[in-house]
């Protein structure tokens, strides 16, 4: 089975940056998109960036100009640059990976445990 571990969330000031990362295990699973959602307590996980395989990128409009994701194929990782954030960023953000294993012809979504980010005003 695919592990998925995201890794640098934390507290900052509004205005700060923060760098996650997520790094899923290597098998036998073809990765096509990976993805940063998040998670507010009472509301619905919603999507922030993904990137495709191909490197194509696709935003939610509350993150557009201040967030940037980027993947290491080789590495199967990926990352969120989050610049100039505000308190209602404030989350747990989740790493999703997509792919395929090994003779599949159904997707498979496998997320990670999530990673806490605090923005203080």
């Known amino acids: 089975q695919v592990q998925v571990v995201e890794s640098g969330g934390g507290l900052v000031q509004a205005g700060g940056s923060l760098r996650l990362s997520c790094a899923a295990s290597?098998?036998?699973?073809?990765?096509?998109?990976m993805g940063w959602y998040r998670q507010v307590p009472g509301k619905q996980r919603e999507l922030v960036a993904t990137?495709?395989?191909?490197?194509?990128?696709n935003y939610a409009d509350s993150v557009k100009g201040r967030f940037t994701i980027s993947r290491d194929n080789a590495k199967n990782a990926v990352y969120l640059q989050m610049n100039s954030l505000k308190p209602e960023d404030t989350a747990v953000y989740y790493c999703?990976?997509?792919?395929?294993?090994?003779?599949?012809?159904?997707?498979?979504?496998?997320w990670g445990k999530g990673t806490l980010v605090t923005v203080s005003s």
């Open positions: 999703k990976v997509e792919g395929y294993y090994a003779g599949a012809y159904v997707p498979a979504n496998i």
């Open positions: 290597r098998s036998t699973f073809s990765i096509s998109v």
């Open positions: 990137v495709s395989s191909g490197g194509s990128t």
